[in-house]
């Protein structure tokens, strides 16, 4: 009967890692546009949308409620 002191459980520690691996991700997608300065498509819309995607997954994991 020992409880655990960790503060997050394992499915609260994946979906942290799985955002980080998102945001990750959006950067690298970032510096995949061709155009200049980063202006296209990858570097204005999709990269920005996944790295704000890896913020906002964890965040809303960790202040759910819990009933």
């Given amino acids: 009967m020992?409880?655990?002191n960790m503060p997050l459980g394992a499915k609260d520690i994946k979906i942290?890692?799985?955002g980080i691996v998102i945001m990750l991700i959006g950067?690298?997608?970032m510096?995949?546009?061709k155009e200049e300065f980063g202006f296209g498509?990858?570097?204005l819309t999709?990269?920005?949308i996944?790295?704000?995607t890896g913020i906002i997954i964890p965040?809303?994991?960790l202040f759910k409620w819990k009933r």
Avoid: A, H, I, W
Wanted: aromatic share 16%; charged share 5%; no cysteine.
């Fill in 46 to 48: 999709l990269g920005p």
């Fill in 50 to 52: 996944l790295v704000l």
């Fill in 31 to 33: 510096t995949l546009d």
């Fill in 27 to 29: 950067f690298f997608v």
């Fill in 59 to 61: 965040v809303f994991s």
């Fill in 41 to 43: 498509f990858l570097g």
């Fill in 16 to 18: 942290l890692l799985l």
């Fill in 2 to 4: 020992s409880q655990s």
